[in-house]
């Protein structure tokens, strides 16, 4: 079965560095995520990308994040200036409809020093 | 926005019984609710939805219902076993792209 995959599974960065954090959608798939889980809390969306724009961004998805889909391929967070609260699960997603189930990759755990 | 509440946030049964986890959404417009089960340091994967037209939707030992009138929405576990111990959430979604509003979660512990 087709699965999104992520790199890397650990980031750990220094405060004010840039990161990119990638994900590969499953192949078919049209719509793609990012959503954030803080240690111990809820899954909170980051960002919806749909024909090579952003559909939709939540109000932690600030000027210092930024998708890209840079090839036919990966889907790529990047975070600009990284934040001691930027430390976090990051889960990618990909979605074949906007109606239907979005399949979660395994996740980045970031580490902001 | 919408705004999804999740109740209990832990829940502890002995093996064999059920489990019942509810929430409720805010946003009336919410017309997709799944339902995910995350285990420690995995991802959350589908283990059921359902949509606004259809009050209950079962599987196996899962089931969920949908009450639209009053926003909430519940997972129902029936002989619970050992291994459906992890972190549930329900989830709300109401706008065209899926964009997914999670609970805070259900931590269930299943005794043997």
């Known amino acids: 079965e087709p699965e999104v995959t992520q790199t890397p599974s650990h980031q750990v960065t220094q405060m004010g560095q840039e990161v990119i954090l990638r994900c590969v959608p499953i192949s078919n798939h049209l719509y793609f995520y990012w959503y954030r889980q803080i240690l111990g809390q809820k899954v909170e969306f980051l960002v919806s990308f749909y024909n090579n724009e952003i559909s939709e961004k939540s109000e932690i998805f600030d000027d210092q994040f930024s998708v890209e889909r840079p090839d036919g391929s990966n889907f790529t967070l990047k975070i600009r200036s990284t934040k001691l609260e930027d430390s976090a699960m990051y889960f990618c997603?990909?979605?074949?409809?906007?109606?239907?189930?979005?399949?979660f990759g395994p996740g980045t755990r970031l580490t902001v020093l | 926005g919408e705004n999804v509440e999740q109740h209990p946030s832990t829940l502890s049964v002995q093996e064999g019984d059920s489990a019942v986890i509810k929430c409720t959404y805010s946003?009336?417009?919410?017309?997709?609710f799944p339902w995910y089960k995350q285990e420690l340091g995995k991802r959350p994967q589908l283990i059921i939805d359902i949509r606004s037209n259809v009050g209950e939707k079962k599987d196996q030992r899962i089931a969920v219902t949908l009450n639209k009138t009053a926003k909430h929405f519940s997972l129902h576990i029936t002989e619970t076993q050992p291994e459906d111990s992890a972190v549930y959430f329900c989830a709300a979604s109401s706008r065209g792209y899926s964009t997914l509003t999670f609970g805070k979660g259900t931590m269930l512990l299943v005794s043997p």
């Open positions: 946003d009336s417009a919410s017309n997709y």
């Open positions: 997603a990909s979605s074949g409809d906007s109606y239907n189930e979005q399949f």
